[in-house]
């Protein structure tokens, strides 16, 4: 099942982070990863987390990330994001399993509820 890296970031130093960034991204891939978000505009509709700048990582599973994360080549370049920015989040989460009924059809007349567990009843 897939899983979600959320990094709210805030960057101090442009030049250096942006070395990190390169040097990551080919790690990323070859780990499985790909990037989903990359710091676009975004805007917080309820609470109080003010992101400032927001990456999604998608990973083919939750050890896939946690390998990634703990293995020598993100490890080996932790120090320069460290140096170059501060991480205000790192969130690992694992996705949603895809459904196994379909969903309610949208015809008119049908039901569009669904149970506790998100199926028509």
Same mark, same amino acid.
């Given at each position: 099942?897939?899983? *979600?890296?959320?990094f709210? %970031?805030?960057?101090?130093?442009?030049?250096? *982070?942006?070395? +990190?960034?390169?040097?990551?991204?080919?790690?990323?891939? $070859?780990? =499985? #990863? /790909? *990037? !989903? %978000?990359? =710091? #676009?505009?975004?805007?917080?509709?309820?609470?109080?987390? &003010?992101?400032?700048?927001?990456? !999604? +990582?998608?990973?083919?599973?939750?050890?896939? @990330?946690?390998? +990634?994360?703990? =293995?020598? @080549?993100?490890? #080996?370049?932790?120090?320069? &994001?460290l140096?170059?920015?501060? $991480? &205000? $989040?790192? %969130? !690992? %989460?694992e996705?949603?399993?895809?459904?196994?009924?379909?969903?309610?059809?949208?015809?008119?007349? $049908?039901?569009? /509820?669904l149970?506790?567990?998100?199926?028509?009843?």
């Amino acid at each position: 099942m897939a899983a *979600y890296l959320i990094f709210d %970031v805030e960057i101090h130093d442009a030049a250096e *982070y942006g070395k +990190f960034m390169a040097a990551v991204k080919p790690a990323i891939e $070859a780990a =499985g #990863g /790909r *990037y !989903l %978000v990359r =710091g #676009g505009e975004h805007k917080v509709l309820e609470g109080d987390w &003010r992101p400032s700048r927001l990456v !999604l +990582f998608e990973f083919p599973s939750m050890q896939a @990330a946690e390998d +990634f994360y703990n =293995g020598p @080549a993100y490890q #080996g370049m932790r120090p320069i &994001r460290l140096s170059s920015s501060t $991480a &205000r $989040a790192l %969130v !690992l %989460v694992e996705g949603a399993q895809a459904a196994a009924t379909p969903l309610p059809s949208s015809a008119p007349g $049908a039901s569009h /509820r669904l149970d506790e567990t998100g199926h028509p009843p």
